[in-house]
């Protein structure tokens, strides 16, 4: 067994290289030896490839090398994470990308699989099944993990075309194409966590979509009426209409659903039904055994089921009494099942059920009992804030957190281990206050993959990982439903000693921020980069951190510092991107990639005149001559006669439009319009990293302006304006600001937000990593505030109006030498001079 | 010592290149001083006349890598690149190419 580390008491998921080999639970580790000699049996058959059947796989595979696994699944596809389904319906990914396991894991870890198989009988005491065709597996244990069945209430019409239950990839593609292509008005029956994720995904397609709840209130599981109550208006505000205590009779057809009919007679249109009112566990096959269940297959604390030799896991279990629609006791369970089926003991005492709302836009968290004997609430309606602790006999029991989820780690835990408390309202406020960073080791950060913070802290300090990215893919932390991700990034920062505690220096040899730099210069009114280096000993070092201040300087006096070329990287020194072999990249601006046929032959006669390389059209919608020689550049920019792109530098990149209004069919907004107007008015912009822009005139987002810096997209009746996306390195759905009625408002709050970013974004920081670091309320708050955001805008007209197109300095370069290097013959050695002065190097080299 | 350039051929805080003696080689004018490196950084040869200067160092355009401008070893990974004496005599910067003493020697 290879070594790994062991991560701290309470942990309950082990960080460990191999992800094949896990750490025993140290309570455990007297009996359950390493290697398991008192094993029983060779060969298991998992019925069931959910999460759970792949769950119990790999906790089999953890603990033996050698017990033959097999997986028969009822579905086509290899295991795959059903949870980020809802992130499916709204980004219309390839459901390809949920899979949990790459195909080649099967085989590396010798684990059969067969897929689109389902077990009709099978027969313990023989230890034989029975697949669909007839044939026959054999098997020493058999482990039930066949999950459940979407609920779809014996209404009529509920088979008609155009109602869709929302478990699988087929239903999520079913619903997505639905909501895009032209449905009208789309209903979900079900207020719960899944139906409003389900409303999310369809009103992001630009779909017009309504709620029918039974109830007064919604999640009515998980929230209290306080929290409801300002649940309802937060998904108002994401064009999601909600209609109450309607009972649904029957669904209108005849050959397609055309609307609901409700008890009381009204009624409401709808072309898309989604139904969402709760699970069925699948019990077909247990039944089917003689094995006893009641609402799930009947388990005890071993996940044992009344007949030996047969396990059950997951959504199909029940165990005291309780059944879990939730992804994180399915690890526990998985675990438990797999070391009392290697015969070893362990058990499994039940789980705090804890759920988020996944739906971008609404901070939503809650775990355990939300009706305490004692009930701490601290609420702001205004905000739409509500957090709530309740406790029983003095621990607590559970918790709400709506609106401001912060410190919702160190709750959820306390709400797992029922801690003892005396003050509630203070365990709130600490909370509010408190970063994972505060958080215990054995606080649990991951649900979907029960990943505890210790484990995320000795993935980096034991296990050599320097980044988030790195400590996700060991210990699949994030790798689920992905709601911990700025957890575990936090988490992450400050084990390997970046991030949060330690702030981020911009000049690491003096240990100084980016804030106390940008005080020194606006307060002493430095106006070089020279200025600030003479008085902070900032970028004389190691010169890391000149491009840096070269930014703050500019930023600070809005274009109207005093420029020193030498502080830039050479790209901002000759207006061209440098190529691995020393050349240089020459993208002129095309405003919302759109060009005019003289331009273009302009740039062709450039490519032969010049004898360009290559010509590329980019990603970013334009043009690319590559391999241009240094020399060459203020020529070509002469015959171009177009701006420079700034596809070289920190700056204002391009502004990705789709055709929109003036020429598809599914155009609801002007893209092309609004993306040249947002690219002229920020053109020339430096900005702390590169900003990459997009406008679609429609959901479509044929431009993807959603995995943008800066996105608007048209949705029906204005525009959505988007920031913080990604599509690089990483990939990150942006942010909605604010989705505003007009064109003008939405240019407005895209232009609000560039400001914003240019003033306090750390340099070399993407959207995507400076909104989660300052928390996109905080970001709203201010870029939507209405003084603030007038005053934002008004300083970067200042800026703007300083701003001179780079390219101009063809004919008024800084020096006679900015693009050439000294072997032209215009040089003559002078007469013979004075004695030799020794400049350089001084002795030691230093001063 | 080969005559390189006038001193205000290289702008204050920059390198250029210059061929002397079929050598390529980047001269710098660094804040207090010149210098003069082998023009290719060891690495995969990144023009280091390109590179972000400071007091003492150079760092490679491509992908970064540090050297001390007087010794021309690296500060961090990598090989050291050959470095040259510098003389200012008027407004002539003349270097003292190395790899020639070495030829000559
Ligand atoms: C030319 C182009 C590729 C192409 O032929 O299409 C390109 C070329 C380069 N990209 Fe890119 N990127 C280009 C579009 C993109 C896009 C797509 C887009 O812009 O719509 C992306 C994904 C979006 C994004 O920016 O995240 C992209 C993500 C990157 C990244 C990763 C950024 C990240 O944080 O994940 C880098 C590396 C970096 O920035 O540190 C990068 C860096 C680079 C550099 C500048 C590497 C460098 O520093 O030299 C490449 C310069 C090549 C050269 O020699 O000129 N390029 N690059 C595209 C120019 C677009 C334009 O017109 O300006
Ligand atoms: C859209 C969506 C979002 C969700 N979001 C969250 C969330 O944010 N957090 C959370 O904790 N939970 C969430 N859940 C719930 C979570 O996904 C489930 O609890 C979990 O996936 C259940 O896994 P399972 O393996 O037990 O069951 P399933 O995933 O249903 O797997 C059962 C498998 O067994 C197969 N099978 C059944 N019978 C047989 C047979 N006789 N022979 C062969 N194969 C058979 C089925 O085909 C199926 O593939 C979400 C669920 C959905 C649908
Ligand atoms: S995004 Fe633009 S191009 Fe794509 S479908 Fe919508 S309007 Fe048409
Ligand atoms: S070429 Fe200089 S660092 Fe790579």
Same mark, same amino acid.
């Given at each position: 067994m290879p070594s790994i580390a062991a991560p701290p008491p309470g942990c309950t998921r082990p960080f460990t290289r191999r992800p094949f080999i896990t750490w025993k639970h140290p309570q455990h580790r007297e009996e359950i030896p390493t290697r398991d000699d008192r094993r029983m049996s060779d060969s298991v058959?998992? /019925?069931?490839?959910?999460?759970?059947?792949?769950?119990?796989?790999?906790?089999?595979?953890?603990?033996?090398?050698?017990?033959? $696994?097999?997986?028969?699944?009822?579905?086509? @596809?290899?295991?795959?994470?059903?949870?980020?389904?809802?992130? $499916?319906?709204?980004?219309?990914?390839?459901?390809?990308?949920?899979?949990?396991?790459?195909?080649?894991? #099967?085989?590396?870890?010798?684990?059969?699989?067969?897929?689109?198989?389902?077990?009709?009988?099978?027969?313990?005491?023989?230890?034989?099944?029975?697949?669909?065709?007839?044939?026959?597996?054999?098997?020493?244990?058999?482990?039930?993990?066949?999950?459940?069945?979407?609920?779809?209430?014996?209404?009529?019409?509920?088979?008609?075309?155009?109602?869709h239950p929302f478990r699988g990839p087929e239903d999520c593609e079913a619903i997505r194409s639905a909501?895009?292509?032209?449905?009208?008005? %789309?209903?979900?029956i079900g207020g719960g966590l899944l139906g409003l994720e389900a409303a999310r995904g369809i009103a992001a397609q630009g779909c017009a979509v309504t709620v029918i709840h039974l109830l007064d209130r919604l999640m009515e599981r998980q929230l209290d009426a306080g929290a409801a109550a300002l649940l309802a208006p937060a998904l108002a505000g994401l064009d999601i209409a909600i209609q109450f205590e309607r009972n649904t009779q029957w669904i209108i057809g005849p050959e397609h659903a055309t609307g609901l009919r409700f008890q009381g007679g009204d009624e409401l249109a709808a072309d898309l039904v989604v139904v969402s009112v709760g699970i069925r566990p699948e019990l077909k096959l247990a039944r089917e055994m003689g094995v006893e269940c009641e609402r799930g297959i009947v388990v005890d604390d071993a996940m044992r089921t009344s007949i030996p030799g047969v396990w059950a896991v997951g959504e199909c279990a029940q165990h005291r009494g309780l059944v879990y629609g939730l992804v994180a006791p399915i690890h526990d369970q998985a675990?438990?099942?797999?070391?009392?089926?290697?015969?070893?003991? %362990?058990?499994?005492?039940?789980?705090?059920? @804890?759920?988020?709302?996944?739906?971008a836009g609404i901070d939503l968290v809650c775990a355990g009992d939300f009706a305490g004997e004692y009930e701490a609430v601290v609420t702001d309606a205004a905000a739409g804030i509500y957090r709530k602790l309740a406790t029983r006999h003095g621990r607590v029991v559970g918790t709400i957190l709506l609106g401001n989820t912060r410190g919702s780690e160190a709750l959820?835990?306390?709400? *797992? @281990?029922?801690?003892?408390?005396?003050?509630?309202?203070?365990?709130?406020?600490? %909370?509010?206050?408190?970063?994972?960073?505060?958080?215990?080791?054995?606080?649990?950060?991951?649900?979907?993959?029960?990943?505890?913070?210790? %484990?995320?802290?000795?993935? =980096?300090?034991?296990?050599?990982?320097?980044?988030?990215?790195?400590?996700?893919?060991?210990? *699949?932390?994030?790798?689920?439903?992905?709601?911990?991700?700025?957890?575990?990034?936090?988490?992450?920062?400050?084990?390997?000693?970046?991030?949060?505690?330690?702030?981020? #220096?911009?000049?690491?040899?003096?240990?100084?921020t980016r804030e106390q730099l940008a005080g020194r210069i606006r307060d002493d009114g430095f106006q070089s980069v @020279?200025?600030?280096?003479?008085?902070?000993?900032?970028?004389?070092?190691?010169?890391?951190?000149?491009?840096?201040?070269?930014?703050?300087?500019?930023?600070?006096?809005?274009?109207?510092?005093?420029?020193?070329?030498?502080?830039?990287?050479?790209?901002d020194r000759v207006h061209a991107n440098i190529q691995k072999d020393g050349t240089f990249s020459v993208v002129p601006r095309m405003y919302g990639g759109v060009c005019t046929p003289d331009e273009l032959r302009r740039i062709a006669d450039v490519a032969d005149k010049y004898e360009v390389p290559l010509v590329k059209v980019t990603g970013g919608q334009r043009l690319d001559l590559l391999g241009v020689r240094k020399q060459d550049l203020p020529e070509i920019w002469r015959d171009l006669g177009m701006p420079s792109g700034h596809a070289?530098?920190?700056?204002?990149?391009?502004?990705?439009?789709?055709?929109?209004?003036?020429?598809?069919?599914?155009?609801?907004g002007d893209a092309i319009g609004l993306g040249i107007e947002m690219e002229k008015l920020w053109e020339g912009l430096h900005t702390p990293h590169k900003v990459k822009s997009g406008v679609s005139g429609c959901p479509r987002n044929c431009a993807e302006?959603?995995?943008?810096? $800066?996105?608007? /997209?048209?949705?029906?009746?204005?525009?959505?304006?988007?920031?913080?996306?990604?599509?690089?390195?990483? /990939?990150?759905?942006?942010?909605?600001?604010?989705?505003?009625?007009?064109?003008?408002e939405a240019l407005r709050v895209a232009t609000t937000f560039l400001q914003y970013y240019r003033e306090n974004a750390d340099y070399k920081e993407r959207t995507y990593d400076f909104i989660p670091r300052v928390g996109l309320e905080h970001v709203k708050e201010i870029v939507l505030g209405e003084q603030s955001g007038a005053a934002l805008r008004e300083r970067l007209r200042i800026a703007k109006a300083a701003v001179k197109d780079p390219w101009l300095e063809r004919d008024d370069p800084y020096h006679p030498r900015q693009f050439s290097d000294l072997d032209t013959p215009d040089i003559d050695p002078p007469g013979p001079g004075g004695e030799p002065a020794l400049v350089g190097p001084p002795a030691g080299g230093e001063r | 010592?080969?005559?390189?350039?006038? =001193?205000?051929?290289?702008?204050?805080?920059?390198?250029? /290149?210059?061929?002397?003696?079929?050598?390529?080689?980047?001269?710098?004018?660094?804040?207090?001083?010149?210098?003069?490196?082998?023009?290719?950084?060891?690495?995969?040869?990144?023009?280091?006349?390109?590179? $972000?200067?400071?007091?003492?160092? =150079?760092?490679?355009?491509?992908?970064?890598?540090?050297?001390?401008?007087?010794?021309?070893?690296?500060?961090?990974?990598?090989?050291?690149?050959?470095?040259?004496?510098?003389?200012?005599?008027?407004?002539?910067v003349f270097v003292e190419v190395a790899a020639l003493v070495r030829v000559a020697a």
């Open positions: 058959v998992i /019925v069931g490839g959910g999460i759970a059947g792949q769950a119990v796989c790999e906790a089999l595979r953890d603990r033996d090398p050698d017990i033959e $696994i097999t997986i028969v699944c009822g579905e086509t @596809s290899p295991p795959y994470d059903r949870v980020r389904l809802s992130e $499916i319906l709204v980004s219309g990914e390839d459901p390809q990308t949920l899979q949990l396991r790459p195909g080649e894991w #099967y085989a590396d870890n010798d684990v059969e699989l067969l897929l689109g198989r389902w077990v009709l009988a099978a027969d313990p005491v023989a230890g034989r099944l029975t697949l669909d065709g007839g044939d026959e597996l054999a098997f020493d244990a058999l482990v039930l993990a066949t999950g459940s069945q979407p609920l779809m209430p014996p209404i009529a019409g509920i088979d008609l075309p155009g109602v909501a895009v292509g032209g449905a009208k008005h %789309a209903a979900v675990r438990v099942a797999a070391t009392t089926l290697t015969g070893d003991d %362990a058990a499994y005492l039940g789980s705090v059920p @804890s759920a988020k709302l996944k739906v959820v835990a306390a709400v *797992r @281990s029922g801690e003892p408390i005396d003050d509630p309202l203070q365990a709130l406020a600490d %909370a509010s206050l408190a970063g994972p960073a505060d958080l215990p080791d054995t606080a649990q950060i991951c649900d979907c993959n029960g990943v505890c913070k210790g %484990a995320l802290v000795a993935a =980096v300090t034991v296990g050599g990982c320097s980044t988030p990215r790195e400590v996700m893919a060991v210990t *699949r932390a994030g790798t689920g439903c992905g709601s911990c991700r700025p957890a575990v990034i936090e988490i992450v920062g400050v084990a390997t000693g970046g991030l949060s505690d330690e702030p981020t #220096y911009l000049c690491p040899c003096r240990k100084q @020279s200025d600030v280096a003479a008085a902070c000993g900032t970028g004389r070092q190691c010169g890391v951190c000149k491009p840096a201040l070269a930014y703050l300087v500019s930023e600070v006096n809005a274009n109207r510092h005093h420029e020193e070329r030498d502080a830039r990287f050479i790209n070289y530098a920190k700056a204002v990149r391009t502004v990705k439009t789709c055709v929109g209004t003036d020429f598809c069919r599914f155009g609801l302006a959603t995995v943008k810096d $800066i996105g608007c /997209v048209a949705v029906e009746g204005g525009w959505q304006v988007r920031a913080g996306g990604a599509a690089g390195g990483n /990939v990150r759905e942006a942010d909605i600001l604010a989705t505003v009625d007009t064109r003008a | 010592m080969t005559f390189a350039c006038h =001193v205000d051929d290289v702008p204050l805080g920059e390198g250029r /290149v210059v061929t002397l003696g079929g050598h390529r080689i980047a001269v710098f004018r660094a804040a207090g001083g010149w210098y003069a490196l082998d023009a290719a950084c060891p690495h995969m040869g990144g023009p280091l006349a390109d590179g $972000i200067v400071c007091d003492r160092a =150079v760092i490679c355009p491509l992908h970064d890598r540090r050297y001390d401008l007087s010794t021309g070893q690296p500060l961090g990974a990598g090989d050291p690149v050959l470095a040259h004496g510098v003389q200012v005599r008027g407004d002539g």
